[in-house]
């Protein structure tokens, strides 16, 4: 495994890198599936999770006696090659792909992590993000953990007492870790998945000819030809083996599942609670017009996150749907850092207008989320110098007013845009001529979940969970060291 040092240069992914769109924490994948290549499955598994983090990714292996690990800072597709995947031999696995929401962004922070004892190894990644860290690695021994991650706390905490098999450690320990956690961790022989007893991040169970596949979303499962059997219930432990699939409560069920799995956070072709995302985006496009209707030439998205709200959006306005934008798909993690003159260009350098589709036309602009304006403010900007007469914003979430402590990578609430702003206020800093965000009922309603079901706390500022605000936060563990 190699190092590779923080700091290449590199663009973010978004649109504007000095507006980063909201970080889902990771997109986690486990497969039990003798006489499969397992590392390749869980390859193309985490290819389809990448949306959910990309920072660094990594996938544990075992043939039966030891677990191999093999990670590394980068996209799924920069870490992992044919050589790579072919040193990766056994029967099971785990993959993790990251955004980082607790820890540094560094290799040593990559997960899976490992904890090797004379009892076995255990390899554990996770989806989500813990609020009483600082209180569970209290209970290890000083120096034992080496990354700065509530994952590295877990994995010591789930291996240090091998008298117990990892099944029972993972049923005395879970019930005691709070926030939001979707795991998929493996010894030697055993594949093992468990989700908080609020169900906040997504987890699924997938059928094989030859085995079982847990992940994120089900577009995982799809992709490696895995049928979906059901959600993996909040509160509910997972051991998978030569025995099959046996089922372990370890706390009661008190579902909260993530409202901005529906905005942004899950792929369009996922299905949470049984209802395809893409048709609560169009569903919620619908609603957002009913909402926020306004005279109007054309609806247009943001490409590619506008995308299904804004067919909903044009459907029942009657107002045109069009592409008045084009993105370069090709500028990632990978563009060179641009000079001075490319960077006063901003959004450019991935949107650029089509003049002969919006000049002289009345805009209809259509977005997931808003979170510090940036992105939106130069679309605006870019439009009018291209020639639209009017830019109407239509947002399809609620204004995104509290920060997230369970796995979503939002600023504090003091750089949050609807943190310190009205609609009004927004609106004019945008530049827009009208702004309309989609109510919170309408988003819920959408979704076809009751309201208690979800957890909508970015929205709302209502924490399912309780929060201590001295003992959270994205580098919380560093503090402390």
């Known amino acids: 495994m190699k190092h590779v040092l923080k700091g290449d240069g590199r663009l973010g992914h978004d649109l504007d890198p000095r507006d980063r769109a909201p970080q889902d924490a990771c997109g986690v994948f486990g497969v039990w599936a003798p006489g499969e290549d397992v590392s390749k499955l ?20 075992s043939e039966g006696s030891r677990i191999l690990v093999y990670k590394d800072m980068g996209l799924v597709a920069q870490v992992f090659d044919e050589s790579v995947l072919g040193t990766l031999r056994g029967h099971l696995a785990i993959g993790h792909c990251r955004y980082s929401t607790t820890g540094s962004s560094v290799w040593e922070n990559a997960q899976p992590t490992l904890s090797s004892t004379e009892g076995g190894g255990l390899a554990l990644a996770h989806n989500g993000n813990l609020i009483n860290t600082p209180e569970l690695a209290l209970r290890l021994p000083t120096g034992v953990i080496r990354a700065t991650t509530d994952t590295e706390v877990l994995t010591f905490l789930l291996a240090q007492d091998r008298t117990k098999s990892i099944e029972d450690a993972a049923a005395e320990l879970l019930p005691q870790v709070k926030g939001a956690y979707s795991l998929v961790f493996m010894d ?31 577009a995982a499962l799809d992709i490696v030809g895995a049928s979906f059997v059901r959600e993996v219930e909040p509160g509910e432990l997972l051991t998978i083996d030569e025995q099959g699939v046996r089922s372990r409560r370890f706390a009661l069920a008190e579902p909260k599942g993530c409202l901005f799995e529906y905005v942004y956070l899950a792929r369009p072709d996922t299905t949470i609670a049984g209802r395809g995302v893409q048709a609560t985006r169009v569903e919620v496009g619908r ?135 009205s609609v009004a206020e927004i609106c004019e800093s945008l530049g827009a001529d009208s702004l309309g965000y ?38 919380v563990l560093e503090a402390k060291a």
């Open 42 to 61: 869980t390859y193309y598994g985490l290819y389809a999770l990448q949306h959910r983090g990309q920072e660094s990714a990594g996938i544990a292996v």
């Open 188 to 218: 030697e022989k055993t594949l093992y998945a468990a989700r908080d007893p609020q169900g906040i991040r997504p987890m699924v169970l997938g059928r094989l000819e030859r085995g079982w596949v847990v992940a994120s979303e089900t």
């Open 287 to 421: 609603r957002l017009a009913m909402e926020h209707p306004v005279e109007a030439d054309l609806v247009i998205p943001t490409p590619e996150s506008g995308t299904p709200a804004a067919i909903g959006y044009a459907e029942q306005s009657g107002i045109p749907y069009g592409q008045g934008l084009v993105k370069n798909s090709y500028v990632g993690r990978t563009f060179i850092q641009p000079s001075q003159t490319i960077r006063q260009l901003g959004i450019r350098l991935k949107l650029n207008p089509l003049r002969e589709v919006i000049q002289g036309k009345r805009l209809v602009v259509v977005d997931d989320s808003i979170v510090r304006g940036n992105t939106q403010r130069a679309i605006v900007k870019m439009l009018r110098e291209a020639g639209a007469t009017e830019v109407h914003v239509r947002i399809s979430s609620p204004p995104v007013s509290w920060p997230c402590f369970y796995g979503i990578d939002f600023a504090t609430q003091a750089e949050l845009i609807a943190g310190t702003k």
């Open 438 to 475: 989609i109510s919170l009922d309408g988003l819920t309603e959408a979704t076809t979940l009751p309201a208690e079901r979800l957890c909508r706390a970015c929205f709302d500022g209502h924490y399912p969970i309780p929060i201590d605000r001295d003992n959270v936060g994205k580098f």
